[in-house]
T-cell receptor, first 109, second 113 residues
Framework: QKEVEQNSGPLSVPEGAIASLNCTYS??????FFWYRQYSGKSPELIMS????GDKEDGRFTAQLNKASQYVSLLIRDSQPSDSATYLC?????????FGTGTRLQVTL | DAGITQSPRHKVTETGTPVTLRCHQT?????MYWYRQDPGHGLRLIHY???????DKGEVSDGYSVSRSKTEDFLLTLESATSSQTSVYFC????????????FGPGTRLTVT
């Protein structure tokens, strides 16, 4: 079992729709979580961090954390073609940050 | 890229040769990291630094060494390059805490023939 799992996709959503990206993690002591966006051929870019259960909103992005169920999700509202990218989830324990392999999102016109 | 540069951006080298990649930051961030990214494996940590001359190994450190003699520079050396080290290498920095909220450089594509 991978420590951080993401569906590789592609996840295809129409422009204007909500994209829902999910991530599960195996280490129960993971405390902090991060979402990165990576365009093809580019470096990862931090979108959001979340540390406590519940929702955290930043513009069109909402991160959701459920530690009891060990999942983290990222919602993108009003999806735009410019949101087409690979989204990486990362989980931090006391001394280790583990990245998932990412979900590719395609926003179609 | 948050004031981070990497050099070279592309390099082709032969098996057995030493290679040094440089990461330079202008943000004065305390923490610096080297990752490699390969299809199917995601980002994997090679080495990291928590201060000048303070470094530690990541999960894939075999065959790599690092040095940090100044806050702004973090060097990654492949002591004797192998084909398995063909990859894209990213440097990252953070300030809010070890492994927290990292900002990545543009990457170096290394090919070992």
């Amino acid at each position: 079992q991978k420590e951080v799992e993401q569906n590789s996709g592609p996840l295809s959503v129409p422009e204007g729709a909500i994209a829902s990206l999910n991530c599960t993690y195996s280490d129960r002591v993971s405390q902090s979580f991060f979402w990165y966006r990576q365009y093809s051929g580019k470096s990862p870019e931090l979108i959001m961090s979340i540390y406590s259960n519940g929702d955290k909103e930043d513009g069109r992005f909402t991160a959701q954390l459920n530690k009891a169920s060990q999942y983290v999700s990222l919602l993108i509202r009003d999806s735009q073609p410019s949101d087409s990218a690979t989204y990486l989830c990362a989980a931090l324990t006391a001394s280790k940050l583990t990245f998932g392999t990412g979900t590719r999102l395609q926003v179609t016109l | 890229d948050a004031g981070i540069t990497q050099s070279p951006r592309h390099k082709v080298t032969e098996t057995g040769t030493p290679v040094t990649l440089r990461c330079h930051q202008t943000e004065n961030h305390r923490y610096m990291y080297w990752y490699r990214q390969d299809p199917g494996h995601g980002l994997r940590l090679i080495h990291y630094s928590y201060g000048v001359k303070d470094t530690d190994k990541g999960e894939v450190s075999d065959g790599y060494s690092v040095s940090r003699s100044k806050t702004e520079d973090f060097l990654l050396t492949l002591e004797s390059a192998t084909s398995s080290q063909t990859s894209v290498y990213f440097c990252a920095i953070s300030e809010s805490g070890l492994f927290y909220e990292q900002y990545f450089g543009p990457g170096t594509r290394l090919t070992v023939t």
